[in-house]
């Protein structure tokens, strides 16, 4: 079973956006699947830089979509993104060195982060998109 399901209520009603947070759980799904089968630091690694490679595309397109509907809270919105980013970063060493421990924190953060970003952060920007798309 999934360390994280989708459910429909985390849709954001964007196809686009919420295939990419489909992919990101997935990812989390894979990075959790490595921890419990005791995978190496490569594979750890190798899953870390795919999941930050398609968080840093997602976040772009993202606030692409935002700055076309002049979100307000745009700028908010991009340090949540920025501040992300770091984070996962910092635990690219980890990764590669095998720190089991540091990388059940990470994955603790991945998916508190997620969940709470599109319940709470994502949705606030969904009117203006909704309204920019019906324009």
Known sequence: M????WVDELSVGIDRLDSDHRQMIASINRLQEALLADQG????GDILAELQSYMD???????????????????????EHQNLAMRVASYQEAATDGNRKTMLELQDLLVN?????IDKTDRAYIPYLQKMMES
């Open 2 to 5: 999934p360390f994280v399901q």
């Open 41 to 44: 630091p490569e594979i750890m």
């Open 57 to 79: 595309r997602h976040f772009r397109m993202e606030e692409g979509l935002m700055e076309g509907c002049n979100y307000p809270d745009l700028e908010s919105h991009r340090a």
């Open 113 to 117: 982060w997620l969940l709470e970003h």
